[in-house]
């Protein structure tokens, strides 16, 4: 594999000069973010990430490489080739930098992955992971398994790359990659100057990997995966300190059945308990300490939040402060966190005020903490990285799209409404920008996400979100559902989703379309639906519905045949039997002859997540009862990351769509 490597001298992404311009220009949506990826490496010498390279308009990225040893000196840019596109990068340490680079290619998968019921050859991804070092002038597939047995999936699997980086060790690292056989996944320490490793653990049919001890390099919990009395059984095993075996927990058991969440999140050196996330005890995830040897929870949750569910924990990863808990994590409006540790509760503090109104994060630190790389955002600032040198003044690398925060752009805000039968949704609202109380309705798009078992934030994809700023710098009202179904709102709200797929989960968007209404945001006659993945179902289904709100609908790579989709859910079978159980309802394709709404539906060419035939047999069926446009997108997969070339195609169809056809 080879790269053109360049320097950057004198380049700040701070003065990228935006365009002016009421409506967000689709091209400034489009294009690769200016600076994107960023890590910074244990010793803190070294930054990593993707960067636009100079006077590129937008549609390559470059690996991006920053020696903080040699002050105030620029980047050096090593540019994705032609065919193979950088999309991640992490850095490590003694200067040691993992890449993740894809490519498009075409050839049969036999039956194999995620495009399982798909013959002859595939329009999918090739997908590489390599390392490097700050020089980035040779790249390499150190994480390949010697011998491995040749099959169809491995040019589009990826066969490995590091799990954990070791605190205690100066060159070792643990590797998650495919096993000789390729049936299944193994961990190896490797040793990153030798290259020579030594297997660890290797997964299997029922047993995968759970919890790491980083200190001792033992695996200190596994997840047994079996079929008991008809149904899937998740039992979590925890190494025995004493004896070496790995005995079942009952209190830490679920099933497919009763889907509870129990999430071993770490474990506390000092009184051995572990850290678990679990909904057993209320509607929404807790943090509990749970003690192998009495197999008893706490009397009281460690950490609970009173509106939002507990996501995790924030453990030291240095040698300083291994295994110490700094923060716990919970999902709020956006993924929060509440520190527990004084030292990093005061950096935390004194940087959200010397940022006030923004959400900070902090990203990296090294192992003294005298370096903190740190974004700022906001739902109308783009988020921009800082670099915190010894507590004093924070130094801007750079933000992701300078460009438009010279723009208007509207604050997206978390708001509830109720469902007819009295369930309570939550909901992501923006208005159009400049639109305030009182002001005349203003036409609505209902936005319902994928999943559907996911969920929504405030700061949208990366921080700022680009299908919000699209809407509502066009004086459109944005409304993002969590429908019944969808996850981290509550035990309730998620399993209420059972089942209910184009019924009760409908009702929910178009419950949502009714609130507008009533608020005064919204003119009934003037709104749509658009959606993507299991968000594309539901502009499938609203357009067959009758007497829906919505005046038109559109479905980007949605699922419209659910007969198919139950028994084709994913590659996992134990995925089918959790979640393909719960997808039962009103099926669009069914129902083709009660299409009403117009529809523009568009599908990348190489999705082997939900296959193309959903939109095109769906077209197919309404295109002679309603307004129908079917928009193939070359090149373009099911999930992210995206060309520019996608957004803007689809963003442009969909702009004319809602003006033209619409009218909106």
Known sequence: MFFKKLMVAGWS??????????????????RYPAMSNMSMSPEGDTIVGLMTPPGNKGDEQALAVWDLTDEGSAP?????????????????????????????????????GEASSVTGATKTFVTKVYMTDKTAEEFEEPFLRAGSKETYCDSTTVQGGIAAELPFSDDEVIVRRRSRDAQYLEYALYNMETGRSKQLYRENDVDVAGLWDLRNIELLTKERIEISDGSYRFTTLIRNDETGEYEEHPKLTYTAGNRQKISVAGRDEASGKYYVVTDQFADKTELYFYDPVAREYDDQPLFSHPEFPVSGVVLGSRASNYNELIAVTYLGADPERYYVDPEWAAIQEGLEAA???KKVRIRDYSDDMSRILFTTSSTTDQPAYYLLEDKKTPRLLGATKPWLD?????????????????LEIPAYLALPVGWKKGDPPAPAIVLPHGGPWSRDIANGYSGGDEWIHFLTSRGYAVLKPQY??????GRKLWLAGDGEWGQKMQDDKDDGARWLVEQGIADPDRIAIWGYSYGGFAAFAATVREDGPFKCAIAGAGVSNLERLGNLWGSDRIQRKFQGRTVDGMDPMENTDKANIPILIYHGDRDTQVELFHSRD????????????????????HSYPWWPEHFEQKFSEIDSFLKDTCDL
């Open 13 to 30: 992404l701070a003065c990228l000069a935006p365009l002016a311009g009421a409506q967000v220009p689709i091209e400034e949506i489009a």
């Open 76 to 112: 050096t840019l090593t540019p994705s080739n032609e065919r193979m596109k950088f999309i991640g990068v992490e850095a490590y340490r003694n200067g040691n930098i993992q890449v993740v680079a894809r490519q498009a290619w075409t050839g049969a998968l036999a039956y194999c």
């Open 355 to 357: 940022f006030p109104g």
């Open 406 to 422: 010279a723009h208007e752009l509207s604050p997206t805000e978390l708001v509830y409404y109720d469902a007819r039968d009295g």
């Open 484 to 489: 019944r179904g969808s996850d981290d709102f």
């Open 618 to 637: 769906f077209y197919n069926g309404v295109k002679d009862k309603v307004n129908a446009k079917l928009v193939v997108i070359e090149d373009m997969p």
